[in-house]
C-alpha cells in the first residue's frame, strides 16, 4: 500500500509478470512508457522549475475559478432510463460520463466526490456534484481510464463495492480497485488494442499518451488509455487525457467511424502539451478519429492549468463552426439524445454575461 489508503496500492510481484510481454512496459525500468518512451521526462525537465510552480500557484487568468456557480440541471434519471435506440449521455463536469447504449448502462472516470487529491483541500471542485452516488441507476460497466486522482476517485468506485458493477481498466489500476475493496473477479485489465464484451457492449483499451501515478512511488506502474466503447448500434470512442500524436488516426483507421468522441478539452498548456491536447490539436484529433459528433471533456470542475473556466469551450465551441463539425456541449447533468435533432445551446456565455451585469 502506498501511504494512506487514497493513494491507492501498486501491483503484486505476480500482476508486475503479467505485464513483461506489453509493449508498453519497459522491463529494465520497470514503468508503462509511451510510444516515444522519454517523451514525459524530457517535459519535465523542461518545465518542472521554480518559474512554472510559481505561475501556477499564483499567477494564470483572473477566472481561472468562476465567480459563480456554473448552470447545471438536475440529472433526470426518468428520461435517461426511458428505452430506445438513441445513445443517451450524460456529462458531470470534467471527465466523468454516464452513457446509456443498447439498454445498458455504462459510467466511465466517475469522480463525484466534493474533492480529489490526497487530501481534502485539494483539487476542489467548483461546485458539488450535481447528483448523489445513491441516485445513479444501475450501472452495468465502469470505465477508467487511468490513475490521476482526477479519473480515478476512492470514495466514488468504494460506493460501489457491494454493487454487481464490472469495471473494465488498463494495466496495472486493478490493485487500485481491489485494495479499495472491489472484488478481481469484477475487474478486467486491459492492454492496448485489448479487448473484451460485457452484456453485448464491447470495450477496447485504446492508446493514449500520458503518464500515470497518484505518489511519488507508483509513478507509471499502470498503464493509462483511451476507449472505444462499441455495441450493436453505436460506436464511442473517449480519449481520456492524452496528448497529440499518430495514435488518434490509428484508432480512426482501425475502429472507426464513431458516433460521437469524446475528446479532451482544458487543462492544456504549452509546457505540457505532451500529455495535453491544446484546443487546435484537439480539433485534428477529432478529425483523424473520423467522428461525427465532437464532446469536450476534461473542463468545466476543476482548475488544473492557467487558463479561464470558460476558455475551453469558448475556444472549441468556435473551431468546431468554423470547421463545420457538430458539437455536443451539455450542461452539467443534463441528459442529452445523441441524434441529428440535438443542438447545443451555448449555456456558458449566459452565465459570463450575468457576472457582467
Not at 480529489?116 to 450535481?130: A, D, I, S
Request: aromatic letters at 12%; proline letters at 4%.
Amino acid at each position: 500500500m502506498v501511504g494512506c489508503s487514497s493513494f491507492g496500492s501498486l501491483p503484486s510481484d505476480e500482476q508486475v509478470a503479467a505485464y513483461q510481454n506489453s509493449l508498453n512496459y519497459d522491463k529494465e525500468r520497470k514503468v508503462f512508457v509511451n510510444r516515444r518512451p522519454r517523451l514525459v521526462e524530457e517535459m519535465r525537465k523542461r518545465t518542472m522549475n521554480f518559474a512554472t510552480t510559481k505561475e501556477f500557484l499564483f499567477g494564470g487568468d483572473a477566472e481561472r475559478i468562476p465567480s459563480e456557480a456554473l448552470p447545471e440541471v438536475r440529472t433526470d434519471f426518468a428520461r435517461f432510463s426511458q428505452a430506445g435506440d438513441d445513445l443517451k449521455v450524460v456529462w458531470f463536469g470534467h471527465s466523468s460520463v454516464l452513457m446509456k447504449l443498447d439498454g445498458k448502462n455504462v459510467l466511465i472516470d466517475p469522480v463525484l466526490s466534493t474533492s480529489t487529491g490526497p487530501f481534502g483541500f485539494m483539487m476542489k471542485r467548483f461546485q458539488k456534484p450535481v447528483i448523489e452516488l445513491s441516485e445513479l441507476p444501475e450501472i452495468d460497466v465502469i470505465i477508467v481510464s487511468h490513475d490521476h486522482w482526477d479519473h480515478l476517485d476512492m470514495d466514488s468506485i468504494k460506493f460501489f463495492k457491494n454493487k454487481s458493477t464490472r469495471f473494465v481498466v488498463p494495466l496495472g489500476v486493478a490493485a487500485h480497485l481491489t485494495g479499495w475493496g472491489i472484488e478481481a473477479s469484477r475487474i478486467q485489465e486491459l492492454d492496448w488494442w485489448q479487448g473484451v464484451e460485457i452484456a453485448g457492449i464491447k470495450f477496447t483499451a485504446t492508446p493514449a499518451q500520458h503518464f500515470s501515478g497518484r505518489g511519488f512511488t507508483n509513478q507509471n506502474k499502470s498503464l493509462w488509455a483511451s476507449w472505444v466503447i462499441k455495441s450493436s448500434k453505436h460506436n464511442v470512442y473517449f480519449c481520456a487525457d492524452s496528448g497529440y500524436d499518430t495514435h488518434f488516426k490509428d484508432i480512426g483507421e482501425k475502429m472507426g467511424p464513431f458516433d460521437l468522441a469524446f475528446i479532451e478539452n482544458g487543462q492544456y498548456n504549452e509546457k505540457w502539451r505532451e500529455v495535453h491536447l491544446l484546443p487546435d490539436e484537439s480539433i485534428q484529433a477529432f478529425k483523424d478519429l473520423n467522428a461525427k459528433r465532437y464532446f469536450p471533456i476534461h473542463w468545466g470542475m476543476f482548475s488544473l492549468a492557467l487558463h479561464s473556466w470558460s476558455e475551453p469551450i469558448e475556444k472549441i465551441s468556435a473551431a468546431t463552426a468554423r470547421e463545420g463539425i457538430s458539437l455536443v456541449a451539455p450542461q452539467i447533468g443534463e441528459v442529452v439524445t445523441i441524434n441529428d435533432q440535438y443542438v447545443t445551446q451555448t449555456w456558458w456565455k449566459k452565465n459570463n454575461s450575468a457576472k457582467a451585469d
